[in-house]
């Protein structure tokens, strides 16, 4: 069969590699199909160009996916127009996927208009879809998928069993890809010449956030031998050299991560790397291993400073063990990300100061840091929350009349006025913002002093990335 997977535009300069469709068209392709890319984020064409494309070319499937964001939703909602709008639609199926449409499929079907909706882990379901759109198996025999069957019923198959051992999935179709495009997205501590791309070192996590929708349960690595391959093909394939661990959690535990680090050591990979970690297991010994494996940036989800609303979150953590962890990485010279959001359920307006000074304090400014409204997307504990409180109605509501920006609040779960959190937010992110721009400041004063004082010849210019 002929797939056309479209990458949505994301409205960036450069954007994030798609990891996910990228492992759905490896399996589609050594499924023996025919699979080509729309890469809508690289040329920001507009969706007609999208329907001109499908006009002009034959396809027997049409695959896009999102993640739950209220840009991508509406960017969905705007490319099935484009989608459905072809004179060739009724010779292909249209399907959807990703987070988004996964927390509420038949949702998703009636406003996109498409044919099915894949739910979960896709590899294998995507080749069987595929198959049942060939005629070698019945639709409703696939498992982790929703449609509508043609009596109009709405049908949802079982769950789709996980993978077990993730080391057999083939690796992202990256020579269907503009790789040169994506190598070029900056990353914390990456130097102008080096180029990046991410790479999954497990999926899922161990962690149940209630602001967190996660499809699957538990949380399954990848070997170190495997990972290791895939850095050295896009080493030596593609000269990447800064690698971006996208799963979850690299730092599932203290033995994981200390022996994926020795593994790195004696391979010699020779590239820098981030990752998402977790700050109770950010100790001194497992932090130095892993700047000694080439880590320079741990991304931290802390989201409060206040004890109370870490325990409703469910983060499994306190205020000492981040400020313990966070201390720690700075000691070793990784910088830490320090992400933080406010508004959980009864969270008091005092922790917004509190993470200002938090921020303040330990920050070292790799990144621009502000705080943002937490969010209650469709199929987290928090939006079910949201559901019982009446806070909302349904996932259309969230969508049309909730969410209409991630700096700006859906849900109010605290005691306050929207104004009173939105007047803390303002003056709080002006004060981090300020003192990011003196930080570049300095910095900036810092390079000119040693050009002309210290006769520095290694100087390349004022350049702007």
């Not at 990353?187 to 070192?201: A, D, G, H, T």
């Not at 495997?226 to 033995?255: C, G, P, W």
């Amino acid at each position: 069969m002929n797939i056309l997977m479209v990458v949505y535009d994301n409205d960036s300069y450069i954007s994030w590699f798609p990891q996910g469709l990228a492992y759905l068209a490896s399996a589609a392709r050594n499924a023996g199909h025919n699979v080509e890319v729309y890469q809508q984020d690289i040329y920001h064409w507009p969706d007609s160009h999208l329907t001109d494309y499908l006009n002009k070319h034959d396809f027997d499937v049409v695959e896009v996916s999102v993640i739950g964001g209220y840009y991508q939703y509406h960017k969905l909602l705007s490319l099935s127009e484009a989608i459905n709008a072809s004179s060739n639609r009724a010779r292909f199926q249209y399907t959807i996927g990703g987070h988004g449409p996964a927390a509420d499929p038949e949702y998703f079907l009636r406003k996109s208009g498409a044919d099915v909706v894949g739910i979960g882990e896709g590899e294998i379901t995507f080749v069987e879809l595929l198959e049942a759109f060939e005629g070698k198996r019945k639709l409703e025999e696939v498992k982790g998928i929703a449609f509508f069957n043609d009596s109009g019923a709405y049908i949802r198959t079982a769950p789709r069993e996980l993978i077990e051992d993730i080391d057999t999935i083939a690796w992202p179709a990256y020579d269907l890809f503009d790789m040169t495009y994506y190598s070029l997205l900056r990353l914390p501590n990456i130097k102008q010449n080096e180029r990046s791309m991410p790479v999954l070192s497990g999926r899922g996590c161990i962690f149940a956030c209630n602001f967190c929708y996660r499809m699957d349960k538990g949380f399954r690595p990848r070997s170190a031998k495997s990972i290791i391959e895939e850095i050295e093909f896009l080493r030596d394939t593609y000269n990447i050299r800064y690698v971006a661990f996208s799963d979850e959690l690299l730092m599932s535990s203290r033995q994981r991560t200390l022996d994926l680090c020795q593994a790195f050591i004696d391979a010699e990979l020779n590239v820098k790397w981030d990752c998402n970690g977790r700050l109770n297991f950010a100790d001194i010994d497992v932090l130095e291993k892993m700047k000694e494996a080439g880590c320079v940036f741990i991304n931290y989800g802390i989201e409060s400073l206040d004890n109370d609303t870490l325990r409703v979150m469910h983060k499994g953590l306190t205020r000492d063990m981040i400020i313990r962890g966070v201390e720690n990485t700075l000691k070793v010279g990784i910088s830490p990300g320090l992400n933080i959001i406010y508004g959980n359920i009864n969270e008091p307006l005092s922790a917004i100061d509190d993470a200002v000074e938090f921020l303040l304090k330990y920050d070292d400014h790799s990144q621009m840091r502000t705080i943002r409204p937490v969010t209650p997307y469709p199929g987290t504990e928090l939006f079910e929350y949201a559901l019982e409180h009446n806070l909302v109605e349904s996932t259309q509501d969230f969508y049309e009349n909730k969410h209409l920006n991630s700096d700006l609040i859906a849900v109010n779960f605290t005691k306050y006025t929207d104004e009173e959190v939105y007047d803390a937010l303002y003056h709080a992110n002006l004060r981090l913002i300020e003192r990011y721009q003196e930080i570049q400041r300095e910095n900036s004063e810092k390079i000119c002093r040693d050009l002309y004082y210290n006769k520095n010849a290694a100087f390349r210019g004022y350049r702007q990335t």
